[in-house]
Structure formats: C-alpha cells, structure tokens
C-alpha cells in the first residue's frame, strides 16, 4: 500500500472503501488547515482523481500529480514538520515513480478558491475602503508616500532620500502594524561590493474583519500571481476583497492592491534582480514601534552599508562607463539619481538588463508618488563622470589653486 490513503491509480475502480479512507485523512488533516494549506491540496487531488477515464487517462492522471505536487510546494513554508504534508509529498513521489510520470511537463490549471456562500455579491464594509473611511473621518483625501528598491539595490525612501547600498542577506524594507516586507540580495559579481535583490517576501497582517494574514513570496524567475496559499485575495472575511493580486506581465510585473490599508506594491522582475515599488498612506508608513526601527524604506540604508557611486563607478567596471551613459540615456533622457543608478549598475554589473529596471522604477514614481515635482531626484554627489571630465576637472582645480597662490594668470 502506498503511504497515504487518499492516493489512487489510473484504472482501480472508486469504492467505497476508498472513499471512507480519503475521508479519515481529510478529516486528520484539518487541524493543520490553517496555517499548512495541506487540506487543500488533498482535496484538490481527490476531486480530480474521481473521474479520471477515457484514452487519455494516464495522461490526465500525470497531469494531476504534477498540479498536487505544485501545490504542496506552494504550501511548504508553513507544513514544515506536518505529518500529513510529508506523507503527500513522499506519496506523491512513488506515485509518479510507480505510473512513469515525468516531473516537468503540463498540470490542472488552479481553481480559484470558491467565496464564501455568506459573502457572495457583497461589498467589502467600509473600514475595508481606507480612503473612503478616511476622506468621511477627516474630510479630506489622506496622504500618500512612496518608497522603491531596484537594481544594485538603490533605495528611495519615503522620505525621498536616495541611497545605493551593499544590504547582502535578509534586510527589512518595512515593518509596521500591517505590513512585512523583507529584501533578500546577492552579490552581482565576486569581490564586489555591489549586490542585487532575488527575493522579496511580502506579509499583509491579520485585520478584523477585513483579511486574513496573507504571504506572498517572489523570487528570481518565480513571481507568482497568488499569494502562498494559492489565493488571489484576502480570504473569507467580509473585506476580502479589499485584498487583490493581479499579473500585469507574466513572469515580470506583479501588482498587489491593499486598499483596506491605501496601499499599492509593485514587483518586478527585469534580468537577474527583483524590484519593489510601493505606495502607501502616511497613517500606516508611521505606524511602528520603537523596536521597528530598522526599516530601509523610512531610514534608507545604515551608513555603514552605503556605497558611493562615484567611488565604485569611476574604477574599471564590466562596461565602460562611457558606454554606460550611452545606454542608459536611451531609456531615461533626464539625468537624474535613476539614470546615475543605472550607469552605476551597468558599469558594475556589465548586464544591461539593469537599464530596464531603472526605467521602471521611475516609471513607478511617477504612478506612486504624489508629488509630481519630485519624480525626479537630482543628487550631484551620485553622478559618475567619465574618466576624461574628471582629469580636466582636477586640472581646473589645480590651475585655480596655483592662481590664487601665486597671484598671478595661469594661462594654458
């Protein structure tokens, strides 16, 4: 027998016995329902076993192992230690051995998750609608901040303060009353100080009786368009739907909508990094303790993480700096903190793929942040000169220092 009951092949009839087996597990299982998620992937799977016949059976059957074991995946992180979880994964293994199916090739497409029947056709009450319940409270429309990380990672933070940091490992982003949000980077290239995000795990908090405590998780060629537990929204309570995720472009750009908190994240992929962009109101940006003071979107990056551009992008890089300029300057004309980032990334990197995460990011600025006249940041001390403007500058500088010791016109 295999280790778990609720396991069929291709062929053996539905009985009764059977079914009073998938049952029992199902029923065993529900203590880990809500935080596992393995409930969920076991009934998936015995839903789309009983009907299984026809000539393309077996490959029918294929198909659902791949989808159950997709989902297990997706429920990991939380089933670490289940007994349940392990039996379905180890099951789900023999049984692909055991029917010669192969682990990549095509699954059930994901059922979304049915509404609840009490909350069918109904909108989500209106302390679900942050700026509805905010605009009635306080007769005007609430403040908006914006905050970004992209590329090297360069953060802008809510404050408009611009830093380029070396943050490799696990760094907060945000951590507040309603949100979590964790960068993981990598360095770009060995001996460099210069890294680049390849993970962004994204917490939505447990809120009364708008939704429940959500996780959604990207990764280098992994932005999914469900949250960990295969939703696409803020689960069963009445403001559920104050909670939404939606794919702008498959594998590239995620959205996330949080209007019960006015909050907007965007994800993004673009090369061999992750962006993130958020915009958020200004009640829930401040709402954190003390001990929450290590955020890089409200304090940027600590000191001694910070790197200058000038230092790192005027050495010998992967591009020329020269060519970098060039090809920055064809997707961000203005020369700003985003085009000085992007040289800084190119030159760093040698991956032009940088170029369209910089475009992003300012593209996303101008969405998200409230302020029109500063979509743009200008910062002269992050600019990267060329090696022939920084000669002649330090011979200006020499000249004008000989002038004016001696007195005398120095003429050239």
Known sequence: MGRLACFMRPGRSTNAGFIIKALFLLLLCRHAYSHCKILRCNSEYVASTLNLRGP???????????????????????????????????????????????????????????????HQGLEPPEICDYEKSFSRKHNRPPTYQHCATFGDPHVRTFSDEFHTCRV??????????????????????????????????IIFKNMKECIDQKVY??????????????????GEKPGGKSLSIHERMPGQHVEILATYIGTTIAVRQAGRQLSFSIRAAEDVVRSFTEEQDLQLCVGGCPPSQRISQTECCCSNGAIPAQKAQLLCKEKLPVEDVYFQSCVFDVVTSGDINFTLAAHAALEDAKVFHPDAKKHHLFQSDAACLSQGSAFLLLITLALSALQHGTGQTVKL
Not at 63 to 73: A, W
Not at 180 to 190: D, G, I
Not at 217 to 234: H, K, M, V, Y
């Open 217 to 234: 998780q990207a990764e280098i060629d992994n932005l999914p368009a469900a949250f960990e537990d295969g939703s696409t929204n803020g």
């Open 56 to 118: 393309n059976k077996h490959a029918s059957y294929c198909n659902t192992l791949r989808s159950y074991s997709r989902c297990t995946r997706r429920t990991a992180r939380t089933c670490r230690g289940d007994l349940a979880y392990h039996s379905a994964v180890h099951g789900i293994e023999d049984l692909m051995i055991q029917n010669k199916c192969s682990k990549e090739g095509p699954a059930l497409p994901r059922r979304p998750p049915a509404p609840s029947p009490g």
């Open 168 to 201: 490799e490992g696990s760094w907060p982003l945000l951590d507040n009353n309603y949100l979590f949000v964790q960068a993981t980077s990598y360095p770009v290239l060995k001996g460099s100080n210069a890294t680049a995000t390849s993970k962004l795990t």
